[in-house]
């Protein structure tokens, strides 16, 4: 079946640090990819997403490439801030009986120190 | 226009209680998720429901957990004879469904934090 994984955390990093947190999924098919983000004490939001092969998605900063050949979806980012502190969750929407469904990732924590 | 919502957003009950949890999705979304999220974990998979179509109950821990989901709007989480590892964050999102394809977007609403003593 379809599945998402993602890196443990958590990651800690300084403020300006690159960011990467890793994501691979297994999908018959061709799924749309997504990231999440759950800042504390706030609900989960999209952050940002793909829905072909080799499209970046961005947002805030942040970006992401569909790499098909790899079944990947790395979140990047160049200079993390403190503001950055979350938990990022990884997901996919793939064709399921009936509609589509979207399967996460165990998330990762993200603490970015000043 | 109003998001995803949820009631109670906080609920204490004692152990062996039944407690009811509700889930307003957004207006004209047809796919809609119950997920758990136990404290500093991930997203835990309850059940999904799609239109008219019989819902995804493949996530659901037990027979205590039930779920409906009446005229494709407002959805009910049941908990029956509530056990201490039922305290948890019990969060819901609605999406597009069908109508949005495969790149749709997922709303999630607020949560009920769920403490069984």
């Known amino acids: 079946g379809n599945s998402v994984t993602q890196m443990e955390g958590p990651v800690t990093l300084s403020e300006e640090a690159f960011l990467t947190i890793n994501c691979t999924y297994t999908a018959t098919g061709y799924p749309s990819l997504f990231w999440y983000v759950q800042y504390p004490g706030e609900g989960l939001q999209l952050l940002l997403k793909a829905t072909k092969a080799d499209d970046k998605g961005s947002n805030k900063g942040f970006e992401a490439t569909y790499r098909k050949e790899t079944t990947s979806f790395h979140l990047e980012k160049g200079s993390v801030q403190v503001s950055d502190s979350a938990v990022y969750f990884c997901a996919l929407s793939a064709p399921y009986t009936g509609g589509f469904k979207t399967i996460f990732g165990a998330g990762t924590r993200l603490f970015v120190k000043a | 226009g109003a998001g995803v919502s949820q009631s109670p957003s906080n609920k204490v009950t004692e152990k062996g209680k039944d407690v009811e949890l509700r889930c307003d999705p957004i207006?004209?979304?047809?796919?809609l998720y119950w997920y758990r999220q136990s404290l500093g974990q991930g997203l835990e998979f309850l059940i999904y429901?799609?239109?008219?179509?019989?819902?995804?109950k493949s996530g659901l821990p037990s027979d205590r957990f039930s779920a409906e989901r009446t005229g494709g709007s407002v959805s009910t989480l049941t908990i029956q004879r509530t056990q201490q590892e039922d305290s948890a964050v019990y969060l819901c999102?609605?999406?597009?469904?069908?109508?949005?394809?495969?790149?749709?977007?997922?709303?999630f609403g607020p949560g009920t934090r769920l403490l069984v003593l």
């Open positions: 207006s004209g979304h047809t796919a």
């Open positions: 429901f799609q239109g008219n179509s019989a819902p995804d």
């Open positions: 999102a609605s999406s597009l469904g069908l109508a949005g394809g495969m790149s749709q977007t997922q709303y």
